[in-house]
């Protein structure tokens, strides 16, 4: 079992709807999770954090963690064509300071106009 | 404000050789991890420095070894290139204070072993 799974889709929603985004991971010692943005040839983006059960929203991004599941989900109101990208979930598994995160492969996500 | 600056930003190598790739982390960060990322995977951690020490590496055999510098920059080595070795090479910094995932990356190093 991979430590951190993703469908790698590609999810495609129309312009105006919400995609939701989900991630499964196998540790349940994890203690911080993340979403990272990252468009065709480009690098990583950090868009959302979330450290404990529940929701945190930013704008139209809305991060979900449900730790008993062990499952994190990203919701992206309002999606527009700029948001097509890929999203990767990632999870630190421990608490020291060693900056050590597991990535799962991404979810491709299209938005069409 | 300058970001993380990593180069060369493409290059090609024969199975067998050796490479050195090349990070500045972002103004004000002084820790900096490395990451590959093969086609259509997630980023898979390689070490991370600190105070120019490795703190902390990734399953990755001996043939990938790094370094700080007391500038904060940090080079990573590969010897013995493999076809697998093939993908892209990610920095990645952040405060030593900071979260330990909201990682600032670099435009990366894709490599190329022929």
Redesign the interface.
């Known amino acids: 079992q991979k430590e951190v799974e993703q469908n790698s889709g590609p999810l495609s929603v129309p312009e105006g709807a919400i995609a939701s985004l989900n991630c499964t991971y196998s540790d349940r010692g994890s203690q911080s999770f993340f979403w990272y943005r990252q468009y065709s040839g480009k690098s990583p983006e950090l868009i959302m954090s979330i450290y404990s059960n529940g929701d945190k929203e930013d704008g139209r991004f809305t991060a979900q963690l449900n730790k008993a599941s062990q499952y994190v989900s990203l919701l992206i109101r309002d999606s527009q064509p700029s948001d097509s990208a890929t999203y990767l979930c990632a999870v630190n598994l421990d608490s020291s300071n060693t900056g050590k995160l597991i990535f799962g492969q991404g979810t491709t996500l299209q938005v069409k106009p | 404000d300058a970001g993380v600056t990593q180069s060369p930003t493409h290059l090609i190598k024969t199975r067998g050789q050796q490479v050195t790739l090349r990070c500045s982390p972002k103004s004000g960060h002084d820790?900096v991890?490395w990451?590959q990322q093969a086609l259509?995977?997630?980023?898979?951690?390689i070490f991370?420095y600190?105070e120019e020490e490795e703190?902390?590496r990734?399953n990755f055999p001996d043939r990938f070894s790094g370094h700080q510098f007391p500038n904060y920059s940090s080079e990573l080595n590969v010897n013995a290139l493999l076809l697998g070795d093939s993908a892209l090479y990610?920095c990645?910094s952040?405060m030593?204070g900071g979260?330990?995932?909201?990682?600032?990356?670099?435009?990366?190093s894709r490599l190329t072993v022929l």
Do not use: D, W
């Open positions: 820790t991890s990451y259509g995977q997630g980023p898979q951690f991370q600190y703190r902390q990734g990610l990645a952040r030593s979260y330990t995932g909201e990682l600032f990356f670099g435009e990366g």
